[in-house]
């Protein structure tokens, strides 16, 4: 079965400590992911995917094919990183492409 | 931001009524897609949509319905046969094809049970 595992409901740090949110995947296939957050009062948007291989608001996530993992670290949290966030698998099948998403992570960055 | 629009904002459902929630997208995107968002549980696909006249059975379709006769437009409709409808709906079109493409979400609508 195709499914997206966020084993934590929620993540509370300090500023400037290092942030990683975990994501697990199972799927048959090459897996394409995505990193999704959504600030408060804010719509879904798309944070990065692994094809790109970039960095964005100092986060990065690497696939790790072997621990089926999608993990997402920032070395030092910065206040503003308070939000939920959703990792995101892509599932093609029959012509039809749609995303299947974790349960979401609420990070919480305190000062 | 921008190029997906959701309405209304909020919307208050009777007992036993139909409602309908709009999405426009100006991104000539031909894939557009529904989900509801509940606490804990993440986004959960309703229904999406590859072209114009088409559309398929997400995870939890049961108890609302879509059309897609034009390409800007994707109304859902939350039907009396859906019991439990108080979630924030999320609408999304999504840009490329076949298998690549990035989605891109609109602002949500609130359904509340009165």
């Known amino acids: 079965a195709q499914r997206v595992t966020q084993p934590e409901k929620l993540l509370s740090v300090f500023k400037g400590a290092p942030v990683e949110l975990k994501c697990n995947y199972s799927y048959s296939g090459s897996p394409e992911l995505f990193w999704y957050v959504q600030y408060s009062r804010q719509r879904l948007q798309l944070l990065l995917r692994h094809i790109s291989r970039e960095s964005i608001k100092g986060f990065t996530a690497d696939l790790n094919k072997g621990e089926t993992s999608f993990h997402l670290k920032k070395p030092f949290a910065q206040e503003e990183d308070s939000a939920m966030y959703y990792c995101?698998?892509?599932?093609?099948?029959?012509?039809?492409?749609?995303?299947?998403f974790g349960a979401g992570t609420r990070l919480a960055v305190h000062p | 931001d921008g190029g997906i629009t959701q309405s209304p904002k909020y919307l208050f459902r009777k007992e036993g009524q139909n409602v309908t929630l709009s999405c426009e997208q100006n991104l000539n995107h031909d894939a557009m897609y529904w989900y509801r968002q509940d606490p804990g549980q993440g986004l959960r696909l309703i229904y999406y949509s590859q072209i114009v006249n088409d559309f398929q059975k997400g995870d939890i379709a049961e108890g609302y319905s879509v059309s897609r006769e034009k390409k800007e437009s994707f109304p859902l409709t939350v039907t009396s046969a859906q019991k439990n409808p108080t979630a924030f709906y999320l609408c999304?079109?999504?840009?490329?094809?076949?298998?690549?493409?990035?989605?891109?979400f609109g602002p949500g609508t609130r359904l509340l049970v009165l």
């Open positions: 999304a079109s999504r840009s490329g094809t076949g298998s690549g493409g990035t989605q891109y």
């Open positions: 995101a698998l892509t599932s093609f099948s029959g012509g039809y492409n749609k995303l299947i």
